[in-house]
């Protein structure tokens, strides 16, 4: 999507706002002993009451309101009867649509406690996007997001999943431009236009180079080779000034 007028801005606004309100309800009810189910159940209650709907049931028929990943699976996670422990990685993503307006979310939680390599990992996910956010401006290139993204995990001798992107959003969940490598990427050309809505969410680990559909649902993806991995996303609006992050909370 671009943005033609106030009026798309104002509404991208709106539901990134509610989609990070719901994001960091979720995160701040992760503890010990809850389930991935009863965490998603708070997730649907909140965009409920927003007037939102899940994005991935919607579009996909995705068996769940958000997609909350474990240790081990780094994306589209199902959540179910699973009992967060004490020293879990999880990712939750959270989209939603309202008034035919979508945006898109994400984050990395440890739970409890967590080896230290762990916490400077989460710690590093977020650096690793706003590398990418900050090179977002009109006229600039898509590739130039990965290819900042990919100085910066090997400066810090980190891994980036190279098959999971980041996309275009606004009107759909997934649109044009599609597949936006968040790694360097020689053969990316494409160019930033003003107004354009789209996500960054690069996937940061301690070696895995791969998402794979091993998990036996047709929906988790699993780390490959196994490794602790995080995800940290934002909705934004291109602009000659650089990116407007529309979920970000105020």
């Known amino acids: 999507m671009t943005i033609g007028n106030e009026n798309d801005l104002e509404k991208l606004r709106e539901i990134g706002g509610i989609v990070a309100r719901v994001l960091h309800a979720m995160g701040e009810a992760l503890r010990p002993g809850i389930s991935t189910g009863e965490i998603d159940a708070l997730g649907r209650r909140m965009l409920d009451e927003a007037g939102a709907v899940s994005a991935p049931e919607l579009v996909y028929g995705f068996p769940g309101a958000t997609c909350i990943s474990v240790n081990e699976e780094i994306a589209h996670g199902i959540p179910g009867d699973r009992v967060i422990r004490g020293g879990d990685l999880v990712n939750i993503d959270v989209s939603a649509e309202k008034d035919g ?61 190279r098959n999971l992107a980041s996309h275009g959003v606004g009107r759909s969940l997934h649109e044009d431009p599609e597949h936006i490598p968040t790694w360097p990427d020689l053969s990316e050309r494409r160019r930033i236009r003003d ?56």
């Not at 354009?196 to 998990?215: M, R």
Request: aromatic share 10%.
């Open 101 to 161: 307006y979508f945006a898109d979310t994400g984050a990395s939680f440890p739970v409890g406690n967590v080896q230290p390599r762990v916490h400077r990992l989460c710690r590093d996910g977020k650096r690793a996007l706003w590398t990418g956010i900050r090179q977002v401006k009109t006229g600039n290139s898509l590739g130039a997001i990965g290819t900042a993204i990919g100085e910066f995990a090997r400066r810090n001798r980190y891994t980036l999943v």
């Open 195 to 250: 107004g354009l809505v789209f996500t960054i969410e690069p996937f940061l680990s301690l070696g895995a180079q791969w998402a794979a559909d091993s998990a036996g649902d047709e929906w988790t993806l699993l780390s490959q080779p196994t490794a602790p991995t995080v995800q940290y996303e934002h909705t934004m609006v291109a602009t000659p000034r650089g990116a407007v992050v529309v979920t970000q909370l105020t």
